[in-house]
């Protein structure tokens, strides 16, 4: 299988290894959970691998989001299909430093599949989407921001232990002050370097409510969006196990504690003259009939693929009252109470900021989600209902169509789902749900401390 990539940037990726005397080259592609999945290639087959391609074996994409499990039931872990490779077709554009290579910045090029496994795959999936947007002569342009904990523990400690007995590494600061503890601020140096030498900029970072360390991505546009996200994920992630502690980003941890969220910024320009769609100067609040429709289509479509907002069985622990969630199906303007936050009083920020998912959240599926629902509402100049105005919790009669607030409300509004069969196709569909419903199996059959609490000598 071939393709035309853009014949200068391929000339600039091989410059660069080059320039640098590279031996190797990491060449990787992201799984459904966010996952940076990468192998190191030898420079010698760097320039096949733009045009003609690299090989991965596809059953990585049936692997559960612990890494050490296979979701027996995917599509890819069939063995009748023999675990062969997939065609990753590496992206010149996306070619970055990696500057965690101990002899100095290495490079790593981020694909996406091309043959038939291309239906499983989350990069695949946002890239047909943009397309889509691409048509419609609009550019998308956004950011994420998400939460995550420190955790005083290490992959061999949290063997055995029940979520009550995690350690909280205490090194952040109550929420908006200043970290102060030198072995924290170490971490965040080193991660902001970091970032910024792979082209991830982080627009700031802040301590927030119970611990959590919030982290906010500069805007960009297309398929970046979601590849900077999910690389500063992977990235906080590897540089906490250098440190000797966890970066977590699940998105309820612990009972007593609000979970980790990630809120989708997303706004329109015209692709040919710049201008902010989202923006009427003349609107109430700023606010352009075409952000109006957007959001109109979250409110109607979001319901049916929450499923890809909030992915894994745990996702849904953050759905509780006093936790900073949202839990109706509302918008409102600069409120952080509803699940749709609109922000539109000047031209170059105007965007909405979806904050359903967790920081669990795959970012290529989430904006995915996000960009197909926008789209369907633009597309039906789809109405909102007024918006929310005091607190999104405690309405007296919830919008509809209401939010499936449960793993197994949202495995059957998303498997029931028309919108995300046109959207994602049949077999993402049914290999997304095939996976879900086997963490929920999973889970069934596992005795919790509370059960042993209430039923050990109450039973």
């Known amino acids: ?86 065609v990753l077709r590496m992206d010149p554009a996306s070619c970055r430093d990696f500057p965690l290579e101990p002899g100095g910045p290495g490079l790593l090029l981020i694909g996406e599949f091309v043959d038939a496994t291309r239906a499983y795959c989350s990069r695949g999936q946002l890239s047909t989407e943009l397309a889509r947007w691409d048509e419609l002569g609009l550019e998308v342009v956004g ?45 965040l140096d080193e991660l902001n370097r970091v970032c910024e030498a792979m082209d991830v900029p982080l627009e700031c970072q802040h301590t927030e409510f119970m611990y959590l360390l919030e982290s906010s991505l500069r805007p960009t546009t297309g398929v970046r969006i979601a590849d900077n996200a999910a ?67 979250l409110q109607a479509y979001l319901p049916e693929l929450m499923l890809l907002l909030a992915p894994n069985l745990n996702s849904y622990r953050r759905f509780a009252p006093g936790l900073f969630t949202p839990l109706n199906n509302t918008w409102g303007i600069d409120n952080k109470t509803v699940a749709h936050r609109v922000l539109a009083d000047a031209p170059a920020s105007a965007r909405v900021e979806m904050r359903l998912a967790g920081a669990d959240v795959s970012p290529h599926l989430g904006l995915t989600a996000v960009l197909a629902a926008g789209r369907l509402g633009l597309a039906e100049r789809r109405e909102p209902p007024a918006p929310v105005s005091g607190s999104g919790w405690h309405l007296e009669a919830a919008p509809e169509p209401a939010l499936p607030l449960t793993f197994e409300a949202a495995i059957e509004a998303f498997e029931g789902s028309r919108i995300a069969r046109d959207v994602l196709g049949e077999s993402f569909v049914e290999a997304f749900v095939s996976d879900r419903r086997w963490q929920l199996e999973r889970f069934q059959q596992t005795v919790t401390d509370w059960e042993l609490r209430m039923f050990a000598e109450g039973g």
């Open 231 to 297: 690389l500063y994920k992977n990235v906080a992630k590897l540089l906490a196990r250098r440190h000797g502690f966890m970066m977590s980003f699940m998105a309820r941890w612990h009972p007593q504690h609000q979970g980790c969220g990630a809120h989708f910024n997303v706004s329109l320009r015209d692709r040919d003259s710049g201008r902010p769609v989202f923006h009427d100067p003349d609107g109430r609040h700023g606010v352009s009939d075409e952000l109006r429709w957007f959001v109109g289509g």
């Open 143 to 187: 950011a994420l921001e998400m939460e995550s904990v420190a955790l005083d523990e290490t992959a061999a400690s949290l063997a055995g232990k029940s979520a009550e007995a995690l350690r909280l590494r205490r090194g952040y600061s109550p929420p908006y002050q200043l970290v102060g503890d030198p072995a924290e601020l170490a971490y």
């Open 1 to 86: 299988m071939t393709w035309a990539p853009d014949a200068a940037q391929v000339a600039a990726v091989l410059h660069r290894a080059e320039e640098r005397g590279l031996s190797h080259v990491h060449l990787g592609m992201f799984d459904g959970h966010g996952h940076l999945i990468a192998k190191r290639y030898h420079v010698a087959n760097l320039e096949k691998s733009m045009t003609e391609g690299a090989h991965l074996v596809a059953a990585i994409l049936a692997a559960a989001p612990s890494g050490t499990d296979m979701v027996a039931s995917h599509p890819l872990a069939d063995p009748a299909r023999q675990f062969g490779d997939g």
